[in-house]
């Protein structure tokens, strides 16, 4: 069974104040690792995709990063905007089995103070 | 607006009564998906569409609860006999997605089912 854990469950930062949340998975073969922003009462947003290990992706003050175990969504001097919860979420490759389906973490829930 | 729209985005029942969402994805995506959310969970698959075949079904899924995409274009959730365990926020997702490769979801804004 795939599995994503993410970490820590609650972050306050201030503004300016750079930190990274963690995702560690376990999945057959990953055919793609995803990041997700989403704002409350309102459904997930795409951010990225990562394929493989050593791959980063980048968008404004946000950078993810990819290691054959886990992922980091680095957040440089955040504003309050970036306020939300990020999911991570993970496509199997392998298996013969569903390619249909994401398997997500429980989400890090992000609070940037002014 | 060109996004994926759901209906209706809150519904509030009582237990035992049937209750249909609707999901009308981004035109030309050929994927459809169907989460839930519980507070405080990230979203978990329920099923999935390619064009109108529906190709998969969560084995957490039981028998009160199917999906229909009829022609490929607009699906619905139907849940018959809710029970207050039903109570969650439904998360409809569309895609442009290959045999092998989900692609980026675009996610509704969701309709939130509460059971009394």
């Known amino acids: 069974e795939d599995q994503v854990t993410q970490s820590p469950e609650a972050l306050r930062l201030q503004e300016g104040e750079s930190s990274s949340l963690n995702c560690s998975y376990t999945?057959?073969?990953?055919?793609?690792l995803f990041w997700y922003r989403q704002d409350p009462g309102k459904g997930p947003e795409f951010l990225f995709t990562l394929y493989s290990a050593g791959e980063e992706k980048e968008k404004e003050r946000l950078k993810a990063t990819l290691t054959k175990k886990e992922s980091f969504l680095h957040i440089t001097a955040p504003k309050p905007e970036d306020s939300a919860t990020y999911l991570c979420?993970?496509?199997?490759?392998?298996?013969?089995?569903?390619?249909?389906?994401?398997?997500f973490g429980q989400g890090t829930i992000l609070t940037v103070h002014p | 607006d060109t996004g994926v729209s759901q209906d209706p985005r809150h519904k509030i029942t009582k237990r035992g009564q049937n209750v249909t969402f609707r999901c009308d994805p981004i035109?030309?995506?050929?994927?459809l998906y169907w989460y839930r959310q519980t507070l405080g969970q990230g979203p978990e698959f329920l099923t999935y569409?390619?064009?109108?075949?529906?190709?998969?079904k969560s084995r957490l899924l039981s028998d009160r609860f199917s999906a229909e995409r009829p022609k490929g274009s607009f699906s619905t959730l139907e849940i018959q006999r809710t029970e207050q365990g039903d109570s969650a926020m439904y998360l409809c997702a569309s895609s442009l997605g290959n045999p092998i490769w989900v692609g980026e979801l675009f996610f509704g804004e969701g309709s939130r089912l509460t059971v009394l």
């Open positions: 979420a993970v496509q199997r490759g392998t298996g013969g089995t569903s390619y249909g389906k994401l398997t």
């Open positions: 569409f390619q064009n109108e075949a529906q190709l998969e």
């Open positions: 035109s030309e995506h050929n994927r």
């Open positions: 999945v057959s073969g990953l055919r793609g």
